[in-house]
């Protein structure tokens, strides 16, 4: 998130198969994944077009905008401006503590009186769910605050890895309908299944912007590959669980936390015969270059939780894709789950930070300068989508999926769990080149054309369902989806211009109400 701030039982498991060759479970219900689609139930595209609602994971432990408007008020303008998803951040300290927030930070929701904090969050996760919206749950941080944890790790010492592993499987037991006890008894039982027959609960955000902080070694942060005292020019697909830091809960490498959390609440959902959930991995901020080192560097650096590089790696750093199992231990691991796993990047312009890609010769289609919005995107996360997943792993003609029962993939959904931009005219658009408008003109393009090339959005990378939920619904952002008292729009061409064009599904906004404050502008 930007720098100045402060996510019933299921089906049954048909099979469990051996692990070689890329076999794995075989599950009959839940969402799923196939190549850059997330499936709902019944195998049909969904395509997450949504936004950000936060506060949960900030000091008020609790959805900002419930002193001034209902829940139900605000989840209804979610659905009238046509998204049909809502990822909403908390914190590990709200989920452990579940405390009593502020009567005035919730004094204009009736329902909320006397209630704690998961049972608001539960209020609000059954309400999206009777309106046909889905929910992203995120982690965003450990001690309730604001941003990204300062220490750019999904653990502190207050609330180590075995905690932030223990506080998913708990919010997963309460997304199925199981009333939790950490901090609190719930008295609100959460509803699995929306209205439309799916489960609310879309998929687990498991870290927001893991990174490296400014000032600090890059080992010292969240990395991507390195191993955790396995060499990975070595065995560069390890068993997640067999590094000797997670004993000590002092570990670095993000894609081998990842791969425990994700194989924690996969192993859980099976051994109950729920459906499995969707896994979300964001990216992190910093990966060696071509030719660098872990220790050395020298490093390509993007967004906090936008760098996807290190999933194919490069000529002096192995690839290391995510693969995920049903369950495991040091000594072994569960089936492969195949299709379950969905990346995550968050990306923003330069209102934000002067990224060296903005300037007076940032363009938009691939080639066109050396920044190039589209290759940017490509180097960084969009390759994951393009169906580029290649891992090479220096010295050896292929990779070792086999190492955790895995038989390779070459593509998976990329979802752009942030990006924002202000309300005044030239945030939308501008014809300045490296400024905020152009990026967010050609990123809405860049989004349309995954679901529909011209001539105005083409970039010359066949980019395919790219999902999305915006930064942020909150009307104190200042990237506000809302007006003024969480009521109407803060600028109304942002979302009949912009965001509409580039929801999908049931809920998008039809013309000509989108499209009712002009066409989006051309890419350039």
Same mark, same amino acid.
């Given at each position: 998130m930007p720098a100045w701030h402060g996510r019933v039982l299921g089906m049954a498991v048909l099979a469990a198969l051996g692990a070689g060759g890329g076999a794995g479970i075989v599950e009959a219900g839940g969402w799923s994944t196939s190549g850059t689609l997330i499936l709902d139930p019944a195998g049909g595209e969904f395509d997450v077009t949504g936004v950000n609602w936060y506060g949960f994971e900030t000091r008020d432990k609790v959805a900002h905008g419930l002193y001034t408007k209902d829940y139900k008020f605000i989840l209804d303008e979610v659905k009238q401006y046509g998204f049909n998803t809502v990822r909403i951040p908390f914190s590990s300290e709200m989920w452990e503590t579940d405390p009593a927030p502020r009567a005035s930070s919730m004094s204009a929701c009736p329902d909320c009186k006397g209630k704690r904090s998961r049972d608001v969050l539960a209020l609000i996760v059954n309400y999206a769910g009777s309106i046909g919206l889905h929910v992203v749950l995120d982690n965003h941080r450990s001690g309730a605050g604001n941003s990204a944890e300062g220490n750019g790790l999904w653990y502190t010492s207050a609330y180590p890895e075995a905690s932030w592993i223990r506080d998913w499987i708990s919010a997963q037991e309460w997304a199925h309908g199981v009333r939790q006890t950490l901090g609190a008894t719930d008295t609100v039982t959460v509803n699995y299944y929306a209205s439309d027959g799916w489960p609310v609960v879309l998929g687990y955000d498991l870290r927001n912007e893991p990174h490296t902080p400014a000032r600090t070694a890059y080992l010292d942060g969240a990395t991507w590959g390195s191993g955790d005292g396995i060499d990975p020019a070595a065995n560069p697909n390890p068993n997640p669980f067999a590094p000797a830091c997670v004993a000590a809960g002092a570990c670095h490498d993000w894609r081998l936390a990842a791969e425990r959390a994700g194989d924690r609440l996969l192993g859980e959902a099976a051994a109950h015969a729920w459906d499995l959930p969707l896994i979300i991995v964001?990216?992190?901020? =910093?990966?060696?270059?071509?030719?660098?080192?872990?220790?050395?560097?020298?490093?390509?650096?993007?967004?906090? /939780? /936008?760098?996807?590089? /290190?999933?194919?790696?490069?000529?002096?750093?192995?690839?290391?894709?995510?693969?995920?199992?049903?369950? /495991? @231990?040091?000594? @072994?691991?569960?089936?492969?789950?195949?299709?379950?796993?969905?990346?995550?990047?968050?990306?923003?312009?330069?209102?934000?930070?002067?990224?060296?890609?903005?300037?007076?010769?940032?363009?938009?289609?691939?080639?066109?300068?050396?920044? !190039?919005?589209?290759?940017?995107?490509?180097?960084?996360?969009?390759?994951?989508?393009?169906?580029?997943?290649?891992?090479?792993?220096?010295?050896?003609? !292929?990779?070792?999926?086999?190492?955790?029962?895995?038989?390779?993939?070459?593509?998976?959904?990329?979802?752009?769990?942030?990006?924002?931009?202000?309300?005044?005219?030239?945030?939308?658009? @501008?014809?300045?080149?490296?400024?905020?408008?152009?990026?967010?003109?050609?990123?809405?393009? #860049?989004?349309?054309?995954? #679901?529909?090339?011209?001539?105005?959005?083409?970039?010359? =990378?066949?980019? !395919?369902? =790219?999902?999305?939920?915006?930064?942020s619904l909150n009307t104190e952002d200042a990237y506000a989806v809302l007006g003024s008292s969480y009521a109407g729009l803060a600028n109304s061409a942002k979302e009949y211009t912009y965001l509409c064009s580039v929801e999908w599904g049931p809920l998008a906004v039809p013309p000509p109400q989108c499209g009712s404050t002009g066409s989006l502008p051309p890419a350039f």
């Amino acid at each position: 998130m930007p720098a100045w701030h402060g996510r019933v039982l299921g089906m049954a498991v048909l099979a469990a198969l051996g692990a070689g060759g890329g076999a794995g479970i075989v599950e009959a219900g839940g969402w799923s994944t196939s190549g850059t689609l997330i499936l709902d139930p019944a195998g049909g595209e969904f395509d997450v077009t949504g936004v950000n609602w936060y506060g949960f994971e900030t000091r008020d432990k609790v959805a900002h905008g419930l002193y001034t408007k209902d829940y139900k008020f605000i989840l209804d303008e979610v659905k009238q401006y046509g998204f049909n998803t809502v990822r909403i951040p908390f914190s590990s300290e709200m989920w452990e503590t579940d405390p009593a927030p502020r009567a005035s930070s919730m004094s204009a929701c009736p329902d909320c009186k006397g209630k704690r904090s998961r049972d608001v969050l539960a209020l609000i996760v059954n309400y999206a769910g009777s309106i046909g919206l889905h929910v992203v749950l995120d982690n965003h941080r450990s001690g309730a605050g604001n941003s990204a944890e300062g220490n750019g790790l999904w653990y502190t010492s207050a609330y180590p890895e075995a905690s932030w592993i223990r506080d998913w499987i708990s919010a997963q037991e309460w997304a199925h309908g199981v009333r939790q006890t950490l901090g609190a008894t719930d008295t609100v039982t959460v509803n699995y299944y929306a209205s439309d027959g799916w489960p609310v609960v879309l998929g687990y955000d498991l870290r927001n912007e893991p990174h490296t902080p400014a000032r600090t070694a890059y080992l010292d942060g969240a990395t991507w590959g390195s191993g955790d005292g396995i060499d990975p020019a070595a065995n560069p697909n390890p068993n997640p669980f067999a590094p000797a830091c997670v004993a000590a809960g002092a570990c670095h490498d993000w894609r081998l936390a990842a791969e425990r959390a994700g194989d924690r609440l996969l192993g859980e959902a099976a051994a109950h015969a729920w459906d499995l959930p969707l896994i979300i991995v964001e990216g992190i901020g =910093l990966y060696p270059a071509p030719g660098g080192t872990p220790a050395s560097g020298p490093y390509d650096g993007t967004w906090w /939780g /936008g760098a996807l590089l /290190g999933v194919n790696g490069n000529s002096t750093n192995p690839g290391a894709p995510v693969v995920l199992n049903a369950g /495991g @231990s040091s000594s @072994s691991l569960g089936a492969p789950v195949n299709d379950r796993l969905v990346y995550s990047a968050h990306d923003y312009g330069p209102d934000l930070y002067q990224q060296p890609w903005f300037n007076a010769s940032t363009c938009y289609v691939t080639g066109c300068s050396a920044s !190039s919005l589209a290759d940017v995107w490509k180097k960084f996360w969009a390759h994951i989508n393009l169906g580029q997943v290649n891992p090479v792993w220096p010295g050896h003609a !292929s990779y070792p999926w086999a190492n955790t029962g895995h038989g390779g993939y070459t593509v998976a959904p990329l979802y752009v769990g942030e990006f924002g931009t202000g309300n005044a005219a030239a945030d939308l658009t @501008s014809g300045t080149r490296g400024s905020q408008g152009q990026w967010f003109t050609d990123i809405i393009n #860049f989004v349309q054309s995954s #679901f529909s090339r011209t001539a105005g959005n083409d970039s010359g =990378l066949a980019v !395919s369902h =790219l999902h999305f939920t915006y930064w942020s619904l909150n009307t104190e952002d200042a990237y506000a989806v809302l007006g003024s008292s969480y009521a109407g729009l803060a600028n109304s061409a942002k979302e009949y211009t912009y965001l509409c064009s580039v929801e999908w599904g049931p809920l998008a906004v039809p013309p000509p109400q989108c499209g009712s404050t002009g066409s989006l502008p051309p890419a350039f």
